[in-house]
């Protein structure tokens, strides 16, 4: 299994994940995750044992189409190796509209998050406008059919979720962490990626060194001491376009390909 928003406890009876105020939540891509648990490991707690900070931006599907379609249209050349998953827009969307952006804090009334979904999704649109579209492209056009699918339908279909997991404010999220006997930080992507240390312009918006987990540390009063330990494969991949180092074509014969890794 590829975790993705699930942390990897998840495989441990008991063990739960707390989707921390850093992260970007997309409740569709959760809704997918939680099935290939229950299909493939037979878990059939995993939303039980989920919880998230309302602070957390959410990523809609409006955000991952116009993800693709810059990437797209960037052109093979000029790619920027994008995972497409909708991050670095929602991270622009969050800073342009600040509270205007879509939350999770935003599911406890139904009208305002049904309200700033659409006013998100006619947000993109207008960026949509500003990029020039080679129609052409059948990638594309796949990309833009999302904007056909209604506004009711992805509210109905988060909405689903939303209501299976468990939802926390800043106090709930505290006293969670200071129930916890031990706790586990799991970040995302890796250091080439970070958005000061990776090579511009193929980083991600977000911070993959352990700085945010120490925040939460702090911010939560958990008093406690702790070791950042880097842990490493016996080699190393780079995911889409970029500067990668260390990269050697001796070492890709000796690994016979990564299929996690895939040209694509």
């Not at 990309?143 to 106090?171: H, Q, R």
Request: proline content about 3%.
């Amino acid at each position: 299994h590829t975790f993705s928003q699930f942390g990897a406890g998840t495989l441990v009876p008991g063990v739960e994940t707390l989707y921390s105020r850093y992260c970007l939540f997309n409740p569709l891509s959760l809704e997918k995750e939680e099935e290939h648990l229950k299909n493939v490991f037979g878990i059939a707690d995993a939303f039980k044992r989920f919880f998230v900070d309302n602070r957390c931006p959410i990523v809609t599907p409006y955000h991952r189409a116009l993800n693709r379609i810059r990437e797209y249209s960037r052109g093979t050349g000029n790619r920027h190796g994008s995972c497409g998953m909708g991050i670095g827009e929602t991270m622009q969307d969050m800073l342009a509209r600040k509270g205007n952006a879509l939350y999770v804090a935003d599911f406890s009334d139904l009208i305002v998050f049904k309200t700033k979904l659409l006013t998100t999704k006619l947000y993109i649109e207008s960026i949509l406008k500003t990029i020039p579209l080679d129609l052409s492209n059948e990638l594309i056009r796949n990309e833009l059919s999302t904007f056909d699918v209604p506004v009711g339908e992805v509210y109905l279909a988060m909405a689903n979720i939303l209501d299976k997991i468990n939802i926390l404010d800043w106090i709930g999220v505290y006293n969670k962490l200071q129930s916890a006997s031990i706790g586990v930080f799991e970040g995302a992507q890796g250091i080439l990626l970070d958005e000061t240390f990776g090579f511009h312009p193929y980083t991600t918006w977000s911070t993959t060194t352990s700085d945010n987990a120490i925040r939460i540390i702090k911010e939560n009063g958990l008093g406690c001491e702790f070791d950042v330990i880097g842990i490493t494969r016996a080699y190393a991949t780079r995911h889409g376009a970029g500067p990668f180092v260390t990269e050697s074509n001796l070492l890709q014969q000796l690994i016979g390909g990564d299929k996690y890794n895939p040209e694509n």
